[in-house]
């Protein structure tokens, strides 16, 4: 019956259909808020969680270079000083033989010269007694003044050879030997004290090289770790700037995820309870 069709399609479009079809909108309209709400949850999770690592492991990481770059700081300090110590010990070395070299060629000059002077005076004071004991032989075997007849009164020196002053061993005779005796002397203890300076300098101008052979080589390779330090340092330091840079970029993210996946007001399981009740 078409009266019977129209008054079914009549019944049909009542307004209760119009609520049912607001109502399943709304449905759908809250079930599809969900499922977006559930992929920006799992957006967010999947976005915080690397965020937190990142800047966990950038913080990480700009602290150990930082230690790193004050161990260097600290190291770079302590070899200076080092080779300033170094550096001050070869010039004093160098110092110390300059002046015992210069010491050493004074005092050879002025031991050659006792030397010489010694040996000269040993010859003169030998001619010396060469030509005095001639003499005094001579006098001795000479007679004295004599008389056939002398006068009662005459001295009796005159009857004995004449010695003068050259028997006594305090006379001239006695001290020139004497005095050559000195002046022997005095060339094998000048020459004994001349080797045993020339050994002592000969052995510390070895030591003194030896010694600053070590400090150079000391040296040398403490400037190079000096070196090294410093460049390990200025590597470190860039380091840094660029770790900063992506520590400071992720901190930068994170304030931008805070709004929505943070600071969102309700927490996502009480807003998934509060949706799934309105829907019910």
């Keep these: 019956s078409k009266l019977l069709l129209k008054l079914l399609a009549t019944a049909t ?24 709400e559930t992929e920006h949850k799992g957006w967010c999770d999947t976005e915080m969680t690397s965020n937190k690592q ?5 913080a990480e990481a700009v602290s150990t270079l930082t230690a790193n770059s004050e161990e260097l700081t600290a190291k770079i300090a302590k070899l200076s ?25 004074s005092e050879k000059v ?13 010859v003169a004071v030998a001619k010396a007694l060469t030509v005095l004991q001639e003499f005094y032989t001579k006098a001795a075997a000479a007679t004295a003044f004599a008389q056939q007849d002398p006068a009662s009164d005459a001295p009796a020196t005159f009857s004995k050879p004449y010695t003068g002053m050259g028997g006594s061993n305090t006379g001239v005779v006695g001290m020139l030997e004497v005095i050559q005796g000195d002046f022997a002397r005095l060339e094998t203890e000048t020459a004994t004290a001349e080797s ?26 403490k400037n190079k770790d000096k070196t090294t330090a410093e460049s390990d340092l200025l590597s470190t330091k860039k380091d840094i700037e660029a770790t900063q840079v992506e520590l ?18 309700l927490s996502y399981d009480e807003r998934v309870r509060m949706r799934e009740e309105e829907i019910e």
């Design 248 to 265: 400071d970029a992720a901190l930068l993210y994170y304030e931008k995820l805070k709004p929505s996946c943070v600071d969102a007001g």
């Design 13 to 36: 479009d009542g307004p209760f259909d119009k609520v049912k079809k607001m109502i399943k909108d709304l449905i759908v309209k809250l079930m599809e808020e969900a499922t977006e």
């Design 54 to 58: 990142t800047r966990e492991d950038k």
């Design 110 to 122: 002025k031991n050659a010269k006792t030397i010489e002077d010694a040996k000269v005076a040993q």
């Design 81 to 105: 000083n080092k080779i300033a110590e170094l550096s001050d010990s070869v010039s004093e070395i160098d110092a110390a033989v300059a002046e015992a070299t210069a010491l050493r060629s």
């Design 196 to 221: 045993q300076a020339d050994e002592e300098y000969t052995k510390f101008s070895d030591d003194s090289s030896s010694d600053k052979a070590v400090k150079n080589m000391d040296l040398d390779n």
